[in-house]
């Protein structure tokens, strides 16, 4: 009997220094597709917040003065303990909330989806979706694109929770009305309809580079990969060499869709 984690996690800002003070998560069980847990809570640590995330998240220093260091917690108990192979663990965005719980000693044994990463391979962008165009692939964003008041209040209200932006356990509820989404699209997209058949391309789409079509910075903003190569093909190699430092780095900067689509068009 497997178990799907919805979480998200907010920290005291994006440096390798810096630790988790809130995890908001869902237990699922995979077979009756009813929830089994839920998590939403503000941890202490020897970190201060930076402001910037402070900023963006709301915590301050004097709400988790008092509260337990998330070492202690029972989600990551949870977590280790739920550790294999028959489980899937789900964000937007792993590749930052992942590092962050892997700080704690936690050495993963999930099937991963990252539901940002599957969107980038089932949406484009500037694509009309429900009379809007995808500006990016921010879960906020598509929220306000796919979701509608009604159903967000319907699904927090099943658990007593509240949605509230960049909070924990609000972003888990909008994110599992977003999984619910993608899996429709993959249906559309693949004709997979069987619940083991969608999991198991959210998995394979989560491992597989995305092709970058539109670069959305610098000098050729909004210009295609393909233009860029056949009109400035000495800054598509620089941009390439930059994503190549960063790699090696393991820095925040390094995009491993735009390097491996950099990486296409110049090989």
């Known amino acids: 009997m497997s178990k799907s984690i919805i979480f998200d996690t907010e920290t005291t800002g994006l440096n390798k ?23 939403d809570d503000l941890f202490s640590c ?27 917690s029972k989600f990551l108990k949870t977590i280790n303990d739920l550790n294999s192979e028959e489980n899937y663990l789900i964000a ?13 000693d936690f050495q993963n044994n999930f099937q991963l989806i990252d539901t940002l990463q599957c969107a980038k391979h089932l949406y484009d962008i ?15 964003s598509f929220r306000y694109i796919l979701l509608n008041e009604k159903e967000e209040k319907e ?7 509240e949605i509230k932006a960049h909070d924990a356990i609000g972003d888990v509820i909008i994110l599992k009305l977003f999984l619910r989404k993608l899996s429709l699209r993959i249906n559309d997209k693949f004709n997979l309809k069987t619940y083991d058949e969608i999991m198991d391309k959210l998995v394979h789409l989560t491992k597989t580079p995305a092709e970058i079509k539109t670069i959305g910075f610098g000098k050729h903003k909004g210009s295609l990969l393909s233009d860029i190569a056949k009109d400035d093909r000495s800054y598509l190699n620089w941009l390439f060499s930059e994503q190549e430092k960063s790699k090696k780095r393991n820095d925040i900067n390094f995009d491993k869709n735009l390097h491996w689509s950099i990486e296409r068009l110049l090989h």
């Open 46 to 72: 020897d970190v201060p917040i930076n402001i910037d995330a402070m900023a963006t998240h709301g915590i301050r220093e004097e709400y988790i003065k008092d509260k337990d260091i998330f070492e202690n």
């Open 155 to 161: 699904e927090a209200s099943k658990y007593n929770l």
């Open 126 to 140: 500037n694509e009309d979706v429900n009379g809007y165009k995808i500006p990016n692939y921010k879960l906020q």
């Open 17 to 39: 220094e810096d630790k988790i003070i809130q995890i908001g998560a869902i237990i699922i069980d995979s077979d009756s597709k009813k929830v089994v847990d839920i998590y």
């Open 92 to 104: 937007h965005n792993l590749d930052f909330d992942l590092p962050m719980i892997e700080k704690y």
